[in-house]
């Protein structure tokens, strides 16, 4: 049980310095905040692309994956999915929407991985949270992605109705 403690805490260790560098992105202490996302996707064997090229380079990858598999993902409680794929799934969120406004390339591949592995996860609140952001991302592409934009958001307006409903005392007014 030792160790079975000793993971649980690196993971909330891990969890809590993500929530922090996710502030310092989200308040413009980008230096300070890079450094520590830096940190926590080191730990979790990921990392930022060296250069906006290769960023550029692993969107194209995983835009052509999102279109080849789909939205469609296999509903699992958060229970069912492994603690530490959740806080992968949480960090690719913190990184994307950190830096969706200083650095659109590292903010678009983070959504890319975000979405991808939320969708594999199933979660449905990180599902929302993935979808609503993707739909966020192809918006900027204007008018040609209307109605592709309008199927993402109607399924993450479902998905998220349907857990209001389930859970009315999340609803946030």
Known sequence: TTLFRSEANAIEALE??????????????IDKGLAEIREVLNKMGMKLADTPAVALTSIVARRAYVRLRTLKYKERTENQVPREELVRIDTCWSVAVGLTMVDVIHGSDFQNRHLLRALKAGEPSRVVRAL????AYAATAG?????????ILN????????????????RSE
Do not use: F, I, W
């Open 155 to 170: 399924l993450a307006m479902t998905l998220s109705d349907r857990l209001e409903k389930e859970h009315p005392e999340a």
């Open 16 to 29: 809590l310095r993500r929530l922090a560098a996710e502030q310092y992105l989200r308040s413009g202490r």
């Open 132 to 135: 609503a952001m993707e739909a």
């Open 143 to 151: 008018r040609r992605s209307e109605a592709r934009v309008k199927k």
